[in-house]
């Protein structure tokens, strides 16, 4: 359940991220409702995280995750441009959440 919870932390943080973008300095109202309530979403189920796994786990998946996810998202949504050297990166965060997935002591499944 909390690495459920932990998903779903994930994907509401990288919605408020690109709503954020959206909202234009909250100058327009529903981008920034999205961004509001989706990132006390975001940290209401990232607390509840941590009751059971290791806070250093939590916060490398947390954040390689949303940045690999926004980072793919805006090169979508916002045809922002991704250079190699930005594609390498990705790859390697995603890299580290697979070997902390499959091979630390450290994750609790």
């Not at 919605?15 to 509001?36: C, D, E, H, M, Y």
């Not at 786990?57 to 045809?79: D, E, N, R």
């Not at 441009?81 to 790859?91: C, E, K, N, P, S």
Request: net charge positive; aromatic share 12%; charged share 10%.
């Amino acid at each position: 359940m909390q690495w459920f919870l932990l998903a779903v932390a994930i994907v509401s943080e990288v919605i408020a991220t690109l709503a954020l973008k959206s909202s234009n300095g909250f100058r327009r109202f529903w981008p920034s409702v999205v961004v509001v309530c989706c990132y006390s979403l975001a940290l209401y189920l990232l607390s509840r995280t941590l009751d059971v796994l290791p806070v250093g786990v939590v916060y490398a998946i947390w954040s390689g995750s949303g940045v690999a996810l926004v980072t793919l998202a805006g090169h979508f949504f916002f045809k922002q441009v991704l250079d190699r050297a930005a594609i390498i990166g990705i790859g390697m965060i995603v890299s580290g959440v697979i070997v902390l997935q499959l091979f630390s002591s450290s994750v609790t499944h």
